[in-house]
């Protein structure tokens, strides 16, 4: 499975109630958006993919997994890949184990030829804004012809675009059509709206 072909645009949720994640899946999948990526920041993590996964036309995915437990955690309550903020060989292994695709965190030359080595063929760039934007990735992605990347961290509707317009870019990943301001308020409508414009903008940068 290619993760990054799921959707150009992958939402970052951080979760206060587990109640909150079919509304919130439902809220996506009407903007557009049929993958989501959520974190183990808060207890709500865990039931939520549980529950997401129950969602048909929905593919979840877990977010901030940094041991190589959490991989079977959040693949036995139905996560369907695996996303970190770095990358750690061990958690890289236990996915292959359990059959699910590992999208590790990258900075550096050297973190993505240790992910490569691991057979990966997709990555994330972690912090993206911070580390310098698309030209960092520009850069980062030059030795590495085939391998594509997926900025977070610091991404926003103003910047997916100029991240999409790289060959190596096929999918950016934030937060702003999640914010937690917006789930714990309910604000469904906004979800939507937020999610509808994030995918009008990566269709006209090369996305479906
Ligand atoms: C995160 O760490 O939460 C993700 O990378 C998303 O970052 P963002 O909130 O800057 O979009």
Redesign the pocket.
Known sequence: MSVLSTCPVVP?V?LDSADQAVPLGEALLAGGIEVV?V?L?TEAGLPGIAALAGLAGMTVGA??VVLPEHVDAVVDAGARFVVS?GTAVPVLRRCAVRGVPALP?VATASEVMACVAEGLTEV?V????LLGGPAHIAALSAPFPGLRFMP?????PETMGDYLALPSVPAV????MV?RDLLGAGRWDEVTARSADAVARATGHGGP
Do not use: H, I, L, Q
């Open positions: 970052v951080v990526e974190t920041r977010g901030s903020p965190g994330k972690f912090p993206a804004g977070s961290g610091g991404v926003g990943s934030g937060s702003w914010g």
